[in-house]
Protein backbone atom coordinates (compact mmCIF):
# COMPACT_ATOMS: atom_id res chain seq x y z
CA UNK A 1 0.00 0.00 0.00
CA UNK A 2 2.80 2.55 0.90
CA UNK A 3 4.58 1.58 -2.41
CA UNK A 4 1.75 2.48 -4.39
CA UNK A 5 1.20 5.62 -2.70
CA UNK A 6 4.87 6.81 -3.19
CA UNK A 7 5.16 5.22 -6.83
CA UNK A 8 1.98 8.15 -7.71
CA UNK A 9 3.13 10.60 -5.76
CA UNK A 10 0.24 10.39 -2.16
CA UNK A 11 2.53 9.34 0.20
CA UNK A 12 1.84 11.58 3.23
CA UNK A 13 4.41 11.06 5.97
CA UNK A 14 3.54 12.49 9.06
CA UNK A 15 5.70 13.80 12.29
CA UNK A 16 5.20 13.99 15.93
CA UNK A 17 6.20 17.41 15.97
CA UNK A 18 7.06 20.76 14.49
CA UNK A 19 10.52 22.05 15.12
CA UNK A 20 13.97 22.36 13.15
CA UNK A 21 14.11 18.73 13.14
CA UNK A 22 10.53 18.08 11.34
CA UNK A 23 11.53 21.14 8.95
CA UNK A 24 14.38 19.64 7.75
CA UNK A 25 12.80 16.34 7.90
CA UNK A 26 9.87 17.52 5.33
CA UNK A 27 12.48 19.54 2.92
CA UNK A 28 13.77 15.65 1.82
CA UNK A 29 10.46 14.12 2.31
CA UNK A 30 9.29 17.00 -0.36
CA UNK A 31 12.12 16.52 -2.69
CA UNK A 32 11.74 12.80 -2.97
CA UNK A 33 8.04 13.58 -4.05
CA UNK A 34 6.17 13.14 -0.88
CA UNK A 35 3.47 14.91 1.21
CA UNK A 36 4.23 16.34 4.88
CA UNK A 37 1.88 16.73 7.63
CA UNK A 38 2.66 17.92 11.85
CA UNK A 39 1.37 17.73 14.56
CA UNK A 40 2.56 20.18 18.19
CA UNK A 41 1.03 21.40 20.71
CA UNK A 42 1.68 24.80 19.86
CA UNK A 43 0.97 26.67 16.59
CA UNK A 44 3.83 28.74 14.78
CA UNK A 45 7.11 26.07 15.32
CA UNK A 46 9.26 26.00 12.26
CA UNK A 47 7.85 23.14 10.58
CA UNK A 48 4.14 24.15 10.47
CA UNK A 49 5.04 26.83 7.79
CA UNK A 50 6.25 24.40 5.41
CA UNK A 51 2.93 22.48 4.92
CA UNK A 52 -1.16 22.88 4.82
CA UNK A 53 -1.50 19.91 6.51
CA UNK A 54 -0.26 21.31 10.10
CA UNK A 55 -2.18 20.06 12.93
CA UNK A 56 -0.71 21.92 15.86
CA UNK A 57 -2.54 23.73 18.58
CA UNK A 58 -5.86 23.31 16.63
CA UNK A 59 -8.78 22.62 19.16
CA UNK A 60 -9.15 19.46 21.51
CA UNK A 61 -6.03 17.11 21.88
CA UNK A 62 -7.86 14.13 20.99
CA UNK A 63 -9.76 15.18 18.40
CA UNK A 64 -6.25 17.07 16.84
CA UNK A 65 -4.27 13.62 16.61
CA UNK A 66 -7.49 11.50 15.21
CA UNK A 67 -7.39 14.46 12.55
CA UNK A 68 -4.06 14.04 12.11
CA UNK A 69 -4.03 10.52 11.93
CA UNK A 70 -6.38 10.55 9.11
CA UNK A 71 -4.57 12.56 7.07
CA UNK A 72 -1.54 10.67 7.28
CA UNK A 73 -0.06 7.00 5.97
CA UNK A 74 3.31 6.48 8.18
CA UNK A 75 4.27 8.54 11.19
CA UNK A 76 7.65 9.26 12.55
CA UNK A 77 8.65 11.65 15.86
CA UNK A 78 10.51 14.49 16.28
CA UNK A 79 11.68 13.66 19.77
CA UNK A 80 11.54 10.98 22.10
CA UNK A 81 9.43 12.35 24.76
CA UNK A 82 6.36 11.16 23.41
CA UNK A 83 3.83 9.01 25.99
CA UNK A 84 4.18 5.27 24.48
CA UNK A 85 0.18 5.06 25.28
CA UNK A 86 -0.35 8.01 22.72
CA UNK A 87 1.91 5.72 20.19
CA UNK A 88 0.09 2.62 20.91
CA UNK A 89 -3.27 4.27 20.25
CA UNK A 90 -1.70 5.47 16.74
CA UNK A 91 0.29 2.05 15.85
CA UNK A 92 -3.98 0.70 16.31
CA UNK A 93 -4.53 2.63 13.61
CA UNK A 94 -1.60 3.58 11.28
CA UNK A 95 2.22 2.63 10.99
CA UNK A 96 4.51 4.63 13.35
CA UNK A 97 8.76 3.99 13.56
CA UNK A 98 10.12 4.06 15.51
CA UNK A 99 7.46 1.64 17.34
CA UNK A 100 6.57 2.22 20.87
CA UNK A 101 8.22 -1.09 21.84
CA UNK A 102 11.57 0.81 20.97
CA UNK A 103 10.61 4.07 23.05
CA UNK A 104 9.85 1.54 25.99
CA UNK A 105 13.30 0.46 25.40
CA UNK A 106 15.06 3.60 25.39
CA UNK A 107 13.22 6.60 27.15
CA UNK A 108 14.14 5.40 30.73
CA UNK A 109 17.83 5.63 30.65
CA UNK A 110 18.19 2.47 33.14
CA UNK A 111 16.65 0.09 31.25
CA UNK A 112 18.22 1.84 28.17
CA UNK A 113 21.37 0.88 29.70
CA UNK A 114 20.19 -2.81 30.84
CA UNK A 115 18.94 -3.47 27.33
CA UNK A 116 22.35 -2.43 25.99
CA UNK A 117 23.95 -4.37 28.60
CA UNK A 118 22.29 -7.52 27.73
CA UNK A 119 23.09 -6.97 24.16
CA UNK A 120 26.88 -7.34 24.96
CA UNK A 121 27.45 -3.58 25.10
CA UNK A 122 30.42 -1.49 26.78
CA UNK A 123 28.85 0.83 29.49
CA UNK A 124 30.04 3.18 32.43
CA UNK A 125 29.26 1.69 35.47
CA UNK A 126 25.77 2.58 36.38
CA UNK A 127 22.96 1.87 38.77
CA UNK A 128 19.25 2.68 39.87
CA UNK A 129 19.35 5.40 43.20
CA UNK A 130 16.08 4.92 45.15
CA UNK A 131 17.47 7.26 48.52
CA UNK A 132 20.23 8.97 49.41
CA UNK A 133 21.69 6.03 50.83
CA UNK A 134 22.03 4.69 47.52
CA UNK A 135 23.93 7.11 46.14
CA UNK A 136 26.11 6.62 48.72
CA UNK A 137 26.86 3.40 48.32
CA UNK A 138 27.77 3.98 44.68
CA UNK A 139 29.96 6.35 45.61
CA UNK A 140 32.16 4.60 48.00
CA UNK A 141 31.83 1.71 45.35
CA UNK A 142 32.88 3.36 42.25
CA UNK A 143 34.72 6.63 43.12
CA UNK A 144 33.88 10.11 42.90
CA UNK A 145 32.93 12.08 40.98
CA UNK A 146 29.76 11.14 39.59
CA UNK A 147 26.64 11.76 37.24
CA UNK A 148 23.73 11.80 39.02
CA UNK A 149 20.75 11.87 35.90
CA UNK A 150 16.93 11.94 35.57
CA UNK A 151 15.86 8.70 34.27
CA UNK A 152 13.86 10.22 31.85
CA UNK A 153 13.60 13.82 29.70
CA UNK A 154 16.88 15.05 30.22
CA UNK A 155 18.85 16.47 27.70
CA UNK A 156 21.36 18.97 26.85
CA UNK A 157 22.48 18.78 30.34
CA UNK A 158 18.87 19.14 31.74
CA UNK A 159 18.32 16.63 34.42
CA UNK A 160 21.83 15.72 35.35
CA UNK A 161 23.52 16.91 38.62
CA UNK A 162 27.76 15.86 39.06
CA UNK A 163 28.62 14.86 42.24
CA UNK A 164 32.04 15.29 43.39
CA UNK A 165 32.19 14.27 47.30
CA UNK A 166 29.86 12.40 49.58
CA UNK A 167 28.94 16.31 50.73
CA UNK A 168 27.31 17.31 47.64
CA UNK A 169 24.93 13.89 47.23
CA UNK A 170 22.14 15.34 49.53
CA UNK A 171 22.05 18.86 47.69
CA UNK A 172 22.33 16.97 44.21
CA UNK A 173 19.91 14.35 44.82
CA UNK A 174 16.99 16.87 46.27
CA UNK A 175 17.36 18.56 42.99
CA UNK A 176 16.40 16.31 40.62
CA UNK A 177 14.09 14.72 42.93
CA UNK A 178 12.05 17.53 43.58
CA UNK A 179 9.77 17.61 40.99
CA UNK A 180 10.77 14.32 39.27
CA UNK A 181 8.55 11.05 39.64
CA UNK A 182 10.46 9.10 36.78
CA UNK A 183 13.41 7.79 39.24
CA UNK A 184 17.17 8.45 39.85
CA UNK A 185 20.19 6.98 38.24
CA UNK A 186 23.88 7.20 39.07
CA UNK A 187 26.75 7.01 36.44
CA UNK A 188 30.44 6.93 36.48
CA UNK A 189 32.08 9.76 35.72
CA UNK A 190 34.02 9.08 32.29
CA UNK A 191 37.24 10.13 32.19
CA UNK A 192 37.50 10.66 27.93
CA UNK A 193 39.36 11.94 25.36
CA UNK A 194 36.54 12.85 23.09
CA UNK A 195 32.79 12.10 22.49
CA UNK A 196 31.84 10.40 19.51
CA UNK A 197 28.52 10.34 17.35
CA UNK A 198 27.64 7.73 14.56
CA UNK A 199 24.39 7.87 13.02
CA UNK A 200 22.86 4.64 11.69
CA UNK A 201 19.44 3.99 9.77
CA UNK A 202 17.93 1.12 9.48
CA UNK A 203 14.62 0.30 7.68
CA UNK A 204 11.74 -1.34 8.23
CA UNK A 205 13.05 -3.89 5.83
CA UNK A 206 16.04 -4.48 8.35
CA UNK A 207 18.43 -2.79 5.51
CA UNK A 208 21.24 -0.88 7.74
CA UNK A 209 23.75 1.74 6.77
CA UNK A 210 26.14 3.80 8.91
CA UNK A 211 27.48 7.08 8.36
CA UNK A 212 31.56 8.19 9.35
CA UNK A 213 31.97 8.57 13.13
CA UNK A 214 31.96 11.58 14.03
CA UNK A 215 33.87 14.02 17.27
CA UNK A 216 31.06 16.14 19.35
CA UNK A 217 32.71 18.95 21.18
CA UNK A 218 30.23 20.33 23.85
CA UNK A 219 29.87 23.82 25.21
CA UNK A 220 27.97 23.75 28.84
CA UNK A 221 26.46 20.20 27.84
CA UNK A 222 25.40 21.68 24.50
CA UNK A 223 26.74 20.46 21.10
CA UNK A 224 29.21 23.18 19.99
CA UNK A 225 30.90 21.62 16.91
CA UNK A 226 30.85 18.34 15.07
CA UNK A 227 34.09 17.17 12.95
CA UNK A 228 33.37 14.58 10.39
CA UNK A 229 35.46 12.05 10.75
CA UNK A 230 36.77 11.96 13.69
CA UNK A 231 40.36 12.17 13.84
CA UNK A 232 40.84 8.90 15.65
CA UNK A 233 42.30 5.12 14.81
CA UNK A 234 40.61 3.16 12.22
CA UNK A 235 40.20 0.25 15.27
CA UNK A 236 38.26 2.67 17.32
CA UNK A 237 35.76 3.75 14.22
CA UNK A 238 35.21 0.64 13.58
CA UNK A 239 34.07 -0.12 16.75
CA UNK A 240 32.36 2.50 17.11
CA UNK A 241 29.95 2.01 14.16
CA UNK A 242 29.82 -1.55 15.40
CA UNK A 243 28.54 -0.77 19.02
CA UNK A 244 26.26 1.42 17.41
CA UNK A 245 24.36 -1.02 14.93
CA UNK A 246 24.47 -3.16 17.97
CA UNK A 247 22.32 -0.32 20.14
CA UNK A 248 19.42 0.09 16.95
CA UNK A 249 19.23 -3.80 16.45
CA UNK A 250 19.22 -4.34 20.46
CA UNK A 251 16.15 -1.58 20.47
CA UNK A 252 14.93 -3.36 17.19
CA UNK A 253 14.61 0.03 15.69
CA UNK A 254 13.50 1.32 12.30
CA UNK A 255 14.43 5.11 11.27
CA UNK A 256 17.69 6.79 11.68
CA UNK A 257 19.19 6.76 14.90
CA UNK A 258 21.95 9.11 17.04
CA UNK A 259 24.47 6.88 19.57
CA UNK A 260 26.47 9.09 21.52
CA UNK A 261 29.85 7.37 22.72
CA UNK A 262 32.80 7.72 24.82
CA UNK A 263 36.96 7.31 23.85
CA UNK A 264 38.16 6.75 27.40
CA UNK A 265 41.73 7.59 28.30
CA UNK A 266 42.47 4.23 28.62
CA UNK A 267 40.86 3.97 24.92
CA UNK A 268 37.90 2.43 25.58
CA UNK A 269 34.53 2.64 23.31
CA UNK A 270 31.64 3.25 25.95
CA UNK A 271 28.25 3.64 25.10
CA UNK A 272 26.81 6.90 26.67
CA UNK A 273 23.01 7.15 24.78
CA UNK A 274 20.75 6.82 21.79
CA UNK A 275 18.20 9.23 20.39
CA UNK A 276 15.60 7.54 17.91
CA UNK A 277 15.43 10.44 15.59
CA UNK A 278 17.58 12.68 13.79
CA UNK A 279 20.36 14.00 15.71
CA UNK A 280 22.26 17.16 16.01
CA UNK A 281 25.32 15.80 15.19
CA UNK A 282 24.26 14.56 11.97
CA UNK A 283 23.24 18.02 10.72
CA UNK A 284 26.26 17.70 8.91
CA UNK A 285 25.25 15.16 6.54
CA UNK A 286 22.97 17.80 4.63
CA UNK A 287 25.53 18.77 2.33
CA UNK A 288 28.24 16.49 3.45
CA UNK A 289 27.30 12.92 3.18
CA UNK A 290 25.45 11.87 -0.67
CA UNK A 291 22.42 11.42 1.74
CA UNK A 292 21.29 12.99 4.82
CA UNK A 293 20.80 11.70 7.70
CA UNK A 294 16.98 13.21 7.29
CA UNK A 295 16.49 11.48 3.95
CA UNK A 296 17.65 7.95 5.08
CA UNK A 297 15.18 8.73 7.93
CA UNK A 298 11.95 9.00 5.27
CA UNK A 299 13.75 6.26 3.60
CA UNK A 300 13.81 4.15 6.20
CA UNK A 301 9.74 4.30 7.60
CA UNK A 302 8.86 4.29 4.22
CA UNK A 303 10.70 1.07 2.75
CA UNK A 304 12.47 3.21 0.28
CA UNK A 305 15.87 1.63 -0.33
CA UNK A 306 18.91 2.97 1.41
CA UNK A 307 21.17 6.07 0.34
CA UNK A 308 24.73 6.33 0.60
CA UNK A 309 26.06 7.45 3.51
CA UNK A 310 29.60 8.39 2.68
CA UNK A 311 31.10 11.85 2.89
CA UNK A 312 31.15 13.46 -0.70
CA UNK A 313 34.65 15.22 0.23
CA UNK A 314 36.97 14.27 2.69
CA UNK A 315 35.91 16.07 5.75
CA UNK A 316 32.94 18.04 7.68
CA UNK A 317 32.03 20.30 10.29
CA UNK A 318 28.60 21.93 11.61
CA UNK A 319 29.21 24.56 14.16
CA UNK A 320 25.55 25.19 16.45
CA UNK A 321 24.05 28.90 16.18
CA UNK A 322 22.62 29.42 19.76
CA UNK A 323 20.94 32.32 21.27
CA UNK A 324 22.80 34.66 23.42
CA UNK A 325 20.05 36.43 24.89
CA UNK A 326 16.67 36.11 25.22
CA UNK A 327 14.64 37.98 22.59
CA UNK A 328 13.67 38.10 19.00
CA UNK A 329 14.52 35.20 16.98
CA UNK A 330 15.82 37.40 14.39
CA UNK A 331 19.66 38.02 14.07
CA UNK A 332 20.92 41.60 15.43
CA UNK A 333 23.19 41.60 12.45
CA UNK A 334 21.85 40.43 9.45
CA UNK A 335 23.82 43.02 7.56
CA UNK A 336 26.80 40.10 8.00
CA UNK A 337 24.96 36.69 7.16
CA UNK A 338 27.68 35.98 4.70
CA UNK A 339 28.80 32.95 4.98
CA UNK A 340 30.99 32.42 1.96
CA UNK A 341 31.88 29.04 1.49
CA UNK A 342 29.84 27.73 3.93
CA UNK A 343 26.37 26.53 4.31
CA UNK A 344 23.75 28.44 6.17
CA UNK A 345 20.66 26.76 7.83
CA UNK A 346 18.20 29.05 10.42
CA UNK A 347 15.10 27.48 12.23
CA UNK A 348 12.80 30.17 11.85
CA UNK A 349 11.97 30.29 15.92
CA UNK A 350 10.30 33.21 16.59
CA UNK A 351 12.22 33.82 19.77
CA UNK A 352 15.68 33.44 20.74
CA UNK A 353 17.01 32.28 24.79
CA UNK A 354 20.32 31.70 25.80
CA UNK A 355 21.66 28.25 24.68
CA UNK A 356 18.83 27.51 22.30
CA UNK A 357 19.42 26.25 18.87
CA UNK A 358 18.61 28.92 16.45
CA UNK A 359 20.73 27.23 13.25
CA UNK A 360 23.70 25.94 12.08
CA UNK A 361 26.69 25.86 9.57
CA UNK A 362 27.64 23.53 7.59
CA UNK A 363 31.23 23.71 6.20
CA UNK A 364 32.90 20.88 3.65
CA UNK A 365 36.23 20.20 2.77
CA UNK A 366 39.09 17.99 1.74
CA UNK A 367 40.69 17.85 4.86
CA UNK A 368 38.90 18.23 8.09
CA UNK A 369 41.36 21.40 9.25
CA UNK A 370 39.52 23.15 6.35
CA UNK A 371 35.96 22.45 7.02
CA UNK A 372 36.86 23.51 10.66
CA UNK A 373 38.15 26.60 9.58
CA UNK A 374 35.79 27.43 7.06
CA UNK A 375 32.94 26.35 9.65
CA UNK A 376 34.32 28.67 12.50
CA UNK A 377 35.02 31.90 10.42
CA UNK A 378 31.16 31.40 9.18
CA UNK A 379 29.81 31.26 12.86
CA UNK A 380 31.36 34.34 13.82
CA UNK A 381 29.45 36.23 11.45
CA UNK A 382 26.09 35.67 13.68
CA UNK A 383 25.00 37.13 16.90
CA UNK A 384 21.47 36.87 18.93
Known sequence: MLQSKIDNGSLIVGVLGAGQLAKM?????????????TIEDKPGSPASFMTKLDFSGKGNDRERLDEFIRNVDVITLENEFIDPEILEYIEQLKP?????????????????????????LDLANYAKMDNIEDCKEFGAR????????????????????????????????NNLTKNNKSGILAESFVR??????????????????????????????????????????????????????????AINGVGVFGIELFLTTDGEVLVNEIAPRPHNSGHYTIEGC?????????????????????LIMGAACMINLLGERDGSGVPRNPDKMLTKKAKLHLYDKTESRVGRKMGHITAIATTVEQAVSIAEDAANNFKW
Not at 147 to 170: A, Q
Open 290 to 310: YTSQYENAIRAITGLPLGNTD
Open 142 to 173: FGYPFVLKSRKYGYDGYGNETVDSEVEIERAY
Open 96 to 120: VYPSSKTLNLIQDKYTQKNTFRDAG
Open 25 to 37: LANDAYRLGLRFA
Open 192 to 249: FTKELAVMVARSKNGEVVVYPCVETIQRNHICHKVIAPAQIDDKITEKAKQSAVKCVE
